[in-house]
């Protein structure tokens, strides 16, 4: 059975209840996990691992792991894919996450993310660690609430989930950006995570909000018209059909 | 066993030789081939389609359906589910991939395609019926040899294969924006084919050039370095370790 899937909208709670990062080390096993951090893609990768090795250090995780990519090359030493083997979860930090697909897309380093997911190993993620776990990624776009023509890139990620996972969804007006992702992608399902809020992917597909926002899921099964296709620059297209949907942790 | 893969570059030969498309049919059956026309990349689908069933019946084949799919509500018709239960071919002309996508992508009938495909059916396509066989399709671009950053749009395609497919490849100098696309997909391969060109595709991944152009393979597979991540606007980016080979058909 494949882990937990665990996309986090940035800016979790660090201090107070930490609410979010709790819920991942006790799934991974409470004082008995082993979390590896990847920090790589921040442009300050070093001070991002201190800070979740000493976060998870706190919530009395046993064994937590830095595996810091600065380069390809480093993504196939075999000493750095030994540490993913012994891990009960995986957690992957904010930053950029084209930057960290440049590092690690079609790596070994990439492939044995995946297949420790598939055997059971547990993946968080924050911010860009949350966008990463999508087969077809954001990579970025503009801010707005009404879908536009090249508004939105995107590009491979993990494909860890066929979800096109969005983060920071409310603070930064993102609903544009990901109606125009499912645009793009028609058949598939975007989901906006707000700052301070996780949602909790089980491999039967059942969904568990945690934190203090809301998740909004941008779903185009049910896809009735699109003309994405006929809009030129960055003009407004017609798209009907899609079914928008807000979810919040069960008090 | 999947059927074979048949993208071609566009602008096929459709009065003299036609080499490619014979090749096609003779793939599909010969004489005994059924093969279902898809036109609705077209914004002219009726001209488009009566064209290529003119081509495939002077062919010699024997039974040639037209499968003209205008909204997204008819690629969910069962009668038009059942033309492809037979079809030992499946034809997508050119036109807009993006288009095509807007009207299948997630429904019924794009479901259809690729589990017909995975049982054995061929599939041919010529420019944008070439592009949408990539699981990350290459929506639209600029022209140019030289990558920089927003010079491709990715979204979804069929998902028939993980190439990442290009056609009118030297006609358009549409190097950079493949070079861009594999950027942004680090692992994958992007095959550029020309005009009047095919690449044939087994399921055992050999691959066989057919007429009077040229096929170019970019493969990201040793990609050692981009940075296309830090890359702003349409400003240009470093790769390096991109291996690009060209093949032409045998003489």
Request: aromatic share 4%.
């Given at each position: 059975?494949?882990?937990?899937?665990?996309?986090?909208?940035?800016?979790?709670?660090?201090?107070?209840?930490?609410?979010?990062?709790?819920?991942?080390?006790?799934?991974?096993?409470?004082?008995?996990?082993?979390?590896?951090?990847?920090?790589?893609?921040?442009?300050?990768?070093?001070?991002?691992?201190?800070?979740?090795?000493?976060?998870?250090?706190?919530?009395?995780?046993?064994?937590?792991?830095?595996?810091?990519?600065?380069?390809?090359?480093?993504?196939?030493?075999?000493?750095?894919?030994?540490?993913?083997?012994?891990?009960?979860?995986?957690?992957?930090?904010?930053?950029?996450?084209?930057?960290?697909?440049?590092?690690?897309?079609?790596?070994?380093?990439?492939?044995?993310?995946?297949?420790?997911?598939?055997?059971?190993?547990?993946?968080?993620?924050?911010?860009?660690?949350?966008?990463?776990?999508?087969?077809?990624?954001?990579?970025?776009?503009?801010?707005?609430?009404?879908?536009?023509q090249r508004?939105?890139?995107?590009?491979?990620?993990?494909?860890?989930?066929?979800?096109?996972?969005?983060?920071?969804?409310?603070?930064?007006?993102?609903?544009?950006?990901?109606?125009t992702?499912?645009a793009l992608?028609p058949?598939?399902?975007?989901?906006?995570?707000?700052?301070?809020?996780?949602?909790?992917?089980?491999?039967?597909?059942?969904?568990?909000?945690?934190?203090?926002?809301?998740?909004?899921?941008?779903?185009?099964?049910?896809?009735?018209y699109s003309d994405l296709y006929a809009a030129r620059?960055?003009n407004?297209f017609t798209l009907?059909?899609?079914?928008?949907?807000?979810?919040?942790?069960?008090?």
């Open positions: 059975v494949p882990g937990l899937l665990m996309p986090i909208g940035g800016a979790e709670d660090k201090l107070y209840s930490r609410t979010i990062l709790t819920h991942f080390v006790n799934i991974c096993g409470g004082n008995n996990a082993n979390i590896v951090v990847i920090p790589s893609a921040s442009s300050f990768p070093y001070e991002v691992m201190q800070k979740y090795h000493a976060l998870f250090k706190n919530l009395g995780v046993h064994e937590v792991n830095n595996l810091h990519i600065p380069d390809r090359q480093t993504a196939s030493e075999s000493s750095n894919l030994k540490l993913l083997k012994d891990a009960t979860g995986i957690f992957m930090t904010g930053g950029d996450q084209l930057r960290l697909m440049s590092l690690i897309g079609g790596t070994a380093l990439g492939d044995a993310i995946r297949s420790q997911f598939t055997n059971g190993v547990h993946i968080g993620g924050t911010s860009a660690g949350a966008s990463i776990m999508s087969r077809h990624m954001i990579a970025f776009g503009r801010s707005g609430a009404i879908p536009s508004m939105v890139q995107m590009a491979s990620g993990l494909g860890l989930t066929d979800f096109i996972i969005d983060q920071h969804f409310t603070q930064r007006n993102r609903l544009g950006r990901l109606l992702a499912v992608n058949g598939l399902t975007g989901i906006g995570i707000d700052e301070d809020t996780a949602l909790l992917i089980a491999a039967d597909g059942s969904q568990t909000v945690l934190g203090s926002g809301k998740v909004t899921l941008v779903d185009s099964q049910s896809l009735s620059r960055h407004p009907q059909g899609v079914d928008v949907r807000v979810m919040t942790a069960i008090a």
